[in-house]
């Protein structure tokens, strides 16, 4: 099967974003322009990594750049992990597909641009589910956000590094399965569901990586009132994941790290991306790259469409 | 007149215009179904999704929400903001896998006893002719399999919940 | 002398069980992955993937019902769950390193409390083991004292053949009386065993890991190995031997259920008090507190570690943390 795939970008492009992130750490460590960079470096097992704040010019050279570079690192920055952000300036590895974060934590006030030092990475992609750890990047081992990518080169950075070398078409897979979705009976979207939810075990992993779940005292903690049931049943597993989307409509950039951390492969970030796209449509408006004040669910025009409405 | 199906109706309502609006219809001698429970809430803008998902998981057939025409929020907005919040909250359900004619939106202001009635009454009869929302309320029945239980007095109580 | 017994025989062993009214419980294909579920017929069976989960949930639920409660004017009725209800169970295709987990986990479940829950489903379960021809990079059984053919904790015992087939070992008395009921499904004969998985794990010094956890409780280490936990859970529910529970009430003021379901030390709400204050308030103590629960905590209770090195943890990190590199780095300290 894998002869069929082809290998999306050799050695040397990782290679190089690895230097450019080395130097450009230990320029911003030594000169003292941050307190800290968040990257990440590498794992035990082959290909993989594990994200790590470094405060130290001379550990610099830990930091690599791979195709399993697939943490969004924007988590490290919120108020959820304030126990381990460094004061002051930070500079932070970002690929375009995380600054879309950033730049919604920028506009929900929950970071201070003048506090960040961003380094983007022209990314070619990040593996997706299913690939082993140690497989290369292929047109088969892509993870699917990354075959529909639009911010392959990020804007707003700090400074640039890499080179995107040039790619193949990548046929948009998750697009396709939303269609397929859309073009369901409700009752059959009801089964697709039901069968998805019922496999969750709750273990929280969607809402813990994502940038957006920063909230001190989440909806589905609370027990004084109860909004919905805490125990892994199909009913409140159904709840939850409502809740989650909706709570992240108008807000979510993207990411997909709540569908990479699922342990039991919901494919979450339909639910995300369908809630973008109808936000799209009514309201014109679409989590990017520029920090707004307002998200489409906090702000009104008198004119919006209310021919829902009896 | 006699039904096989009674379906519950939960209407969440603002205390402004539409809680105003259906006790006018009261005190007017209008008549409505009587399927449909009220709730009363400071403002639309105070109506969470959460309420709605709630009403359906504790075993509603149809939910009503409604409050004051754009312009007459007494809190100046609530109203607009909500019109966004559930105009997003609609499409999750639908992609979900629910029925949208269970669930309606209406502005009703404090002088219109007489859409009060006709909205709730559409409504009614609406999800009244589709039968029961049962989606929700066999999920609330159902268990992981490790966890289902066996023995029939347990089911017994079970079907009591 | 050794019996063996085809692919085929198996499935249909597996058919005519359930025939017979038992729930068989075995790795199968739920979506695009594999878990532990009841089958319904021998074909479901799927042997040689590590399913996702671990068999634990066959013993301990991820949710169950422990007793419904309603009140009217009458007063307040309780109706307590009847362990004996729970069905017989044969446990099939589990790898040694789900196998040998419901048996360290007796050793808590009896302790201070007979928790009838768990054990009644243990007295009621038959588990047939697998050996396991092949590893990946996440398993690491050999360190902490299993091994891929070990047959703790089961009854009967599996291991693959050259040309198909196992090998079939009882290993209890339940499993004695098993293969002599069911002897017309298996052969005798010498059969080639295939060769045994081999995962590449760096052996571990479990006792002088615990003595470093004795007297490190403190340590800046913490911080290095835990800044970077998310604080979910799918280490601790993916792990066959976790058994940290919830008890909750939910329904309304006059009729509900009382139900328990897992929990994991790494949420932040997990010893968070009523009073509002929370002894491990941050994340690295939380990760800590799973570290020595499982290497010196149940070593000091019930002279086990609570860990058979199936790697689930690894591989679900949603941060990458790996557990062997941190003992390993632990065993590294004087």
Redo the contacts between chains.
Sequence with gaps: MQQNHTQLADDSYFAAVTNAIRTETTKLLSEGTVAAVIGYQAGTRAGTVIPTIITDAAKAGDLVFSPGCVNNLALYLTKAKKEVRPAGKVAIIAKGCDMRALAGLLGESQLKREELHIIGVACVGVKGAGAGSGEALTTGTIARKCRECTVRAPEGADVVVGAVPPLPEFSPVEAEELARLEAMTPAERWAFWKGHFSRCIRCMACRQVCPFCYCEQCLCDRNRPQALETTPRPAGNMAWHIVRAMHLAGRCAGCTECERACPMDIPLNLLNRKMARELKTLYDFEAGLVPVEKGPLTEYREEDDQSFIK | MEHDFEPKIVAFVCTWCTYAGADLAGTSRMQYPSNVRVLKFPCTGRI???FI??AF?KGTDGVLVSGCH??DCHYM?GN??A?????????????????LNRL????VSAAEGGKWVE?VTELTERVRAMGPMV??KE??M??????K???P??KE??Q?? | MTKTITEQKLRSLMDLLLKEGRRVVAPRQAGSIVLYEPIDSGEQLVLGIMPRRSAKETFFPLCETILTYGKDGNGVMVSDVDAGAFPETILVGAPPCDAAAPAVLDAVFSWDYNDEFFLERRKKTIIIGLACTAADDACFCTAVGLSPRDDKGSDLFLTPVAGGGYLCDAVTKKGKVFLDTYASFLAGGEAKPLPSAEPAATPLDLAGIKDWLESNFESPLWQEFADRCAGCGACAFLCPVCHCFDIVDEGTETKGARRKSWDACGFGKFTNHASGHNPRDIQNKRYRNRIMHKFKYYQDKFGQTLCTGCGRCVRSCPVGIDIRAVLEEIQAKP
């Design positions: 969470d999704p959460v998902l709630r998981q754009p312009g907005a607009f903001h019109r966004r919040r559930f105009a997003a909250f609609r499409q999750l359900l639908e992609f979900i896998g629910v029925d309606q939106f209406s502005w909205v989606e929700f999920l609330e159902e268990e992981h399999w490790s966890g239980l066996d023995s007095e347990l109580a079970y009591n919940i």
